[in-house]
């Protein structure tokens, strides 16, 4: 008995001490994305661009930052694409701020 508990504290130490990998962290989005993925993405891509402001800044930010390596900057700006266009019309204008904004004031 004391063997098969020693393993098992073997084991347990060695998955504390390893370092993920990149197969890891892939294999675990997967999983959430077979999950729920139409809501895991929409939710992603709101915590992302929460605001046609921030979506700006983080493109402009993009550039300059993956600058040594154009093949994670291309993949990176084609991702950041994908959640604006999936957001895009759920960001408030100007008008609705506005009547949103009287309403509360109003009631």
């Avoid at 098969?4 to 060695?14: G, L, M, R, V």
């Avoid at 709101?46 to 046609?52: A, D, K, L, T």
């Avoid at 019309?89 to 009631?107: P, V």
Wanted: some cysteine; overall charge negative.
């Amino acid at each position: 008995m004391s063997t098969t508990t020693q393993n098992i504290d073997q084991q347990s130490t060695e998955i504390k001490s390893s370092i993920p990998t990149w197969q890891d962290i892939e294999k675990a989005i997967l999983v959430i994305l077979r999950a729920d993925p139409e809501m895991y993405i929409y939710e992603k891509a709101i915590e992302n661009f929460p605001n046609e402001e921030a979506y700006n800044q983080t493109m402009e930010d993009h550039e300059g930052y993956y600058k040594k390596d154009p093949r994670i900057q291309k993949v990176i700006k084609t991702y950041y694409i994908l959640c604006y266009t999936i957001v895009k019309d759920t960001f408030a204008t100007e008008e609705e701020i506005e009547e949103e904004l009287n309403s509360w004031i109003n009631s």
